[in-house]
């Protein structure tokens, strides 16, 4: 959301200045439509968003006062990072925010350490 | 056999601090802690005061993660039993903590949770309800944390009477330890509901002054009276059989000697307005303790017209003409009404009392209400050396609750 207002608002001026309004505006609602997936891709295949760094930032909403330093590619959830069952459904919700993807708790429940569910998130996003 | 039973610490959360002894300071200097509403907005709402708890940081009292998934009516548990344990000295270790018991209730619960995660799953869905919701809300949650947080494994039951339940925690704790089940106990009472639901159904029921002035809203027995403000916080207590306490060298600070608990049988929000079965409740709590020795009484005192009213009626026909001679005050008065943990922060002020022969005052006393014509203690503490008192609680659905204490010697 707040991309395509950072993006698309000064646009809407310029395109109404140009008189170009009506056919863009399609474009627009096309972009609205689909802009958060799109835009998402767009970031992750320019490598401005860090996954592991993302998840990492997942980890500590879910666990104030975690030491950042535990949480590793090999660290694991139930073990290394003391957190249990309920507190992986709070991670899979704050992961669902930062990545606009959904991990079933069937799928996460799979999974024991950070590294492999960064691998998930990469599979999910299609990177 | 019976055991003598003992107070031997306690800790509070409250509107007029975050321990027991600056609420006590702040109870005898007849100051209040009631101001407007600031955690959420009032303007829509029809009442715009209460007691709320200031500047409580529950990371001082447990760690960051416990305090993100324990609801604000637990963590005040937390730390108003850490605060009693610390007080009274007890170490809870392999030898004893089978033999100890948490007996805290609430009246409420976790509404600050629940409503949030209401909003959640009306805006986002059911998927997106956070799975610590029902452990957060739940009212057992408090003794649960608490036995979590101080290591003790004996009998665990959060109790839910209404604006009784302190009274009855501490109640039943006095009698599980007075038969030798359990050696000591954590018990008291907490609750955290000034939210926009809280708020708005008391407010509709009828219970709740609209006086906006916050300094004046609560005023118990006044003649100009028409509701109680909410308040919020916790009281927890260590109880333990005088035997343990002498063995383990413990401060010993008050001995309760009664509790009497009956129920009106009559309207979910309105008391009996004869006050008999309070008369009953009362009756019990003196069963080994002489009438004649109560020297101050511990009002509920809400502030309704109806409350104290028919508490003073069944204190009048209680203790006959000896009535008038008797202290009567309502801490509601500076507090507002701190539901489930009332009855518990009203037994630690009873404890208060008894050690330092100071009555607290009931503040904005100044009409005379011909139903109301006791000794309330208008607006300035008393020095007065009393050895026998009794509080009195009492709660929607009909709850009449009474703890009789004694100055131990």
Same mark, same amino acid.
């Not at chain 1, 330093?69 to 139930?78: D, L, R, S």
């Given at each position: 959301m707040v991309f395509r207002t950072l993006i698309l608002a000064p646009l809407n001026k310029d395109l109404q200045r140009l008189d170009l309004f009506p056919s863009l505006l399609y474009i627009i609602t096309i972009l609205q439509l689909f802009g958060t997936p799109c835009l998402q891709n767009f970031i992750f295949k320019e490598g401005a968003m860090d996954i592991h760094a993302e998840l990492k930032k997942a @980890?500590?909403?879910?666990? *104030?006062?975690?030491?950042?330093?535990?949480? #590793? *590619?090999?660290?694991?959830?139930?073990?290394?990072? /003391?957190?249990? +069952?309920? +507190?992986?459904?709070?991670?899979?919700?704050?992961?669902?925010?930062?990545?606009?993807?959904? !991990?079933?708790? /069937? /799928?996460?429940?799979?999974? $024991? &350490?950070?590294?492999?569910? $960064? /691998? !998930?998130?990469?599979?999910?996003?299609?990177? | 056999m019976t055991h003598r039973v003992v107070v031997t610490g306690y800790g509070a959360v409250s509107p007029l601090g975050n321990t027991a002894d600056e609420t006590w300071q702040n109870l005898i200097a007849g100051t209040s802690g009631i101001e407007t509403i600031k955690c959420f907005d009032p303007s829509d709402f029809s009442v715009k005061v209460a007691g709320e708890v200031k500047g409580f940081d529950p990371v001082a009292f447990m760690d960051p993660r416990t305090a993100k998934y324990t609801d604000r009516f637990a963590q005040f548990a937390i730390a108003a039993a850490k605060q009693a344990i610390e007080h009274s000295g007890l170490v809870v270790d392999d030898e004893n903590r089978y033999e100890i018991g948490i007996l805290v209730g609430s009246g409420i619960g976790g509404t600050h949770s629940m409503e949030e995660q209401v909003s959640v799953?009306?805006?986002?869905?059911?998927?997106?309800?956070? *799975?610590?919701?029902?452990?957060?809300?739940?009212?057992?949650?408090? #003794?649960?944390?608490?036995? @979590?947080? &101080?290591?003790?494994?004996?009998?665990?039951? +959060? !109790?839910? +009477?209404?604006?009784? &339940?302190? #009274?009855?925690?501490?109640? @039943?704790?006095?009698?599980?330890?007075?038969?030798?089940? @359990?050696?000591?106990?954590?018990?008291?009472? #907490?609750?955290?509901?000034?939210t926009p639901l809280g708020v708005a159904g008391f407010a509709q029921a009828g219970a709740l002054t609209r006086n906006p002035d916050p300094k004046t809203a609560s005023r118990p027995f006044d003649a100009r009276r028409d509701g109680f403000v909410m308040g919020e916080g916790s009281g927890v207590l260590v109880l333990e059989s005088l035997d343990y306490a002498l063995e383990r060298g413990a401060p010993i600070l008050a001995e309760i000697v009664g509790y009497g608990a009956t129920s009106d049988a009559f309207h979910i929000t309105q008391p009996l307005s004869s006050g008999e079965s309070a008369v009953r409740a009362i009756q019990m709590a003196l069963k080994e303790v002489g009438f004649e020795e109560i020297g101050y009484i511990n009002a509920h005192g809400t502030s309704t017209k109806l409350n104290d009213a028919s508490e003073t009626r069944a204190i009048k026909n209680t203790f006959g003409k000896r009535a008038y001679s008797i202290p009567v005050s309502s801490v509601k008065s500076m507090l507002g009404h701190m539901l489930g943990a009332a009855g518990a922060l009203e037994s630690i002020v009873c404890c208060k009392v008894l050690e330092e022969g100071i009555i607290p005052p009931t503040i904005n006393f100044e009409s005379s209400d011909p139903e109301c014509d006791l000794d309330y203690v208008p607006n300035h503490a008393r020095k007065l050396n009393v050895d026998t008192v009794i509080s009195n609680s009492f709660g929607f659905g009909g709850h009449n609750s009474v703890l009789a204490l004694r100055r131990y010697s």
């Open positions: @980890i500590c909403k879910v666990n *104030p006062g975690i030491n950042e330093e535990n949480i #590793t *590619p090999e660290a694991t959830f139930i073990g290394d990072l /003391e957190m249990d +069952s309920l +507190s992986m459904v709070e991670l899979s919700l704050a992961m669902e925010d930062s990545f606009g993807i959904t !991990l079933p708790d /069937e /799928e996460l429940a799979k999974l $024991t &350490t950070v590294g492999e569910v $960064t /691998e !998930l998130i990469e599979s999910k996003l299609g990177k | 799953l009306n805006s986002r869905g059911p998927m997106r309800v956070s *799975p610590f919701i029902v452990p957060m809300m739940i009212a057992d949650n408090a #003794t649960g944390r608490v036995s @979590i947080e &101080t290591g003790i494994r004996g009998f665990n039951l +959060s !109790l839910v +009477s209404a604006c009784s &339940t302190g #009274t009855d925690a501490v109640g @039943i704790a006095y009698k599980m330890v007075k038969h030798g089940e @359990i050696k000591a106990a954590l018990a008291g009472g #907490t609750d955290a509901a000034i």
